[in-house]
């Protein structure tokens, strides 16, 4: 991207992997120029009329590359954002990657009021958010932090139960688990950093508002 010919483009990170297809329509049908194919191994890709950047990151990077200024914005699930921590403005919810994050365990586990459990062992990809809910009942539990198919965990007899994304459920039923309660309900949000909002006030505002009359199928 050439500062010369585009002083200021806006540049915006995107989760790779499941969120990826759906932000990239959402933005086409907002009217915002977005990069044609998926670029191969390249991370930066321009949109055609230079205006935009758009970084392709890991999905749990995306708060830390907005909330340091490195993009502008992003788009990232709100599980992913909360578990993070990461201090950035978030103007609008968007209309995907609804899920919820819930503590599941097998069956048997799920007439034992959570106060009875001695010491439960959670896996988990969200350690902080697992800490916070336990904390909050009073309840010591060995948070196990693990970072994918945290499925596996009570299947291998690692952990009592886990906290783990459910969308269909499907994951949860095939590994004879079942979902005892929902701790976070989620979804795609946008997100901005906290000076880039204020500096490039004007041509954020107008892409929050373009992407707010796709979502009300007014654009
Ligand atoms: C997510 C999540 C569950 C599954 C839930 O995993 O961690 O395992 O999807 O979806 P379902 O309710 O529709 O079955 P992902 O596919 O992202 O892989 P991972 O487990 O390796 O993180």
């Known amino acids: 991207m050439s ?11 995107l989760p790779k992997g499941r969120l990826a297809e759906q ?3 959402l933005l086409a049908r ?3 120029s977005v ?5 191969g191994r390249k991370l930066v890709l321009e949109s055609p009329d230079g205006r935009m950047g758009y970084v392709m990151a890991k999905p749990w990077d995306v708060p830390t590359f907005v909330e340091y200024g490195a993009a502008d914005l992003g788009i990232c699930g709100l599980d992913v954002l909360r578990e993070s921590g990461r201090n950035v403005y978030e103007p609008l919810l968007l209309p995907f990657g609804h899920c919820r994050l819930s503590l599941a365990g097998p069956q048997e586990r799920a007439y034992t009021p959570l106060r009875y459990e001695s010491q439960p ?3 988990t990809k969200y350690p902080r958010l697992t800490t ?3 904390r909050q009942r009073g309840i010591n539990a060995e948070v196990i932090a693990l970072s994918g198919s945290v499925e596996l965990g009570p299947v291998l007899g690692l952990a009592d139960l886990i906290v783990d ?3 269909t459920g499907s994951t949860l039923q095939a590994n004879g688990l079942v979902e005892f309660r929902t701790i976070l309900e ?3 949000v946008l997100i901005v950093n906290r000076a880039a909002y204020r500096l490039k006030s004007q041509p954020i505002q107008a892409l929050i508002e373009k992407l707010r009359e796709a979502i009300d199928g007014t654009a």
């Open 3 to 13: 500062p010369a010919t585009s002083p200021s483009p806006l540049l915006m990170a």
């Open 186 to 188: 989620s979804q795609a």
């Open 121 to 123: 062992r959670i896996a």
């Open 23 to 25: 932000s990239l329509a």
């Open 165 to 167: 994304l459910v969308e």
């Open 30 to 32: 907002a009217g915002l």
């Open 132 to 134: 916070a809910f336990f």
């Open 35 to 39: 990069p044609q194919g998926n670029g």
